[in-house]
């Protein structure tokens, strides 16, 4: 079954510490792939995606994420996190033939000063 | 561009009235999507449509949700009669057909609240 696993719920990161959100998808085909974010009482917002070339994808907001196609995962980075960051984020997977995303449930990122 | 336009923004309701929401897409785009956010279930893809016509609507939860597009610029999602259970966050998607990567546009949302 088609499918996208945010392990974690809840992540609390300190200002100025690096992040990592992790994502790991179950798909058949090609995956395209793509991370948003959702900050409180708004919509979604794109923050990158990857559907071919170079595995490590530069996002807004300092924000990259790496695909590996060996580990089925496209976990989200950022080297420093600034308070502006807490938000909900969510992971997707979709195919290039315009079918619907499928999302992960999220992770809440909190951040501490 | 305007993005994709939702409304209302917040609508609260009293179990069994209809409740009906709107969506203009980007235009432009040939696809539109309805999802439905809730803490338990997360983001759930509703119903999406392809140059107007529904392509996919086994999201929809029951006979009391439909949904249409009579043309390009606009959609509606309505349930009928309402429930407590359909309180959520409906969110309205768009993106264009000669896209590459897939990527959807999202409206701000409409949070409804059924007492």
């Known amino acids: 079954a088609q499918s996208v696993t945010q392990p974690d719920i809840h992540i609390t990161v300190s200002e100025g510490a690096s992040l990592e959100l992790r994502c790991n998808y179950s798909?058949?085909?090609?995956?395209?792939l793509f991370w948003y974010v959702q900050s409180p009482g708004q919509g979604l917002q794109l923050l990158l995606k990857?559907?071919?070339?170079?595995?490590l994808v530069q996002g807004i907001k300092g924000f990259e994420a790496e695909f590996k196609r060996s580990q089925s995962s496209f976990n989200l980075r950022k080297p420093s996190v600034h308070w502006s960051d807490a938000a909900e984020y969510f992971c997707a997977v979709g195919n290039q033939a315009g079918t619907a995303l499928i999302f992960g449930k999220g992770t809440t990122l909190s951040v501490s000063s | 561009d305007a993005g994709v336009i939702q409304s209302p923004r917040h609508e609260v309701t009293e179990m069994g009235q209809e409740v009906t929401l709107r969506c203009k897409p980007i235009?432009?785009?040939?696809?539109l999507f309805w999802y439905r956010q809730t803490m338990m279930r997360g983001l759930e893809l509703l119903i999406y449509?392809?140059?107007?016509?529904?392509?996919?609507d086994s999201g929809m939860p029951e006979d009391r949700f439909s949904a249409k597009m009579p043309n390009a610029s606009f959609s509606t999602l309505k349930i009928q009669p309402s429930e407590p259970r359909d309180s959520a966050v409906y969110f309205c998607a768009s993106r264009p057909d000669r896209g590459v990567s897939n990527e959807q546009f999202f409206g701000p949302g409409t949070r409804l609240t059924v007492l």
């Open positions: 235009s432009g785009h040939d696809y």
């Open positions: 990857y559907f071919s070339g170079d595995t």
């Open positions: 449509f392809n140059n107007n016509v529904p392509i996919d």
């Open positions: 798909y058949g085909a090609t995956p395209y």
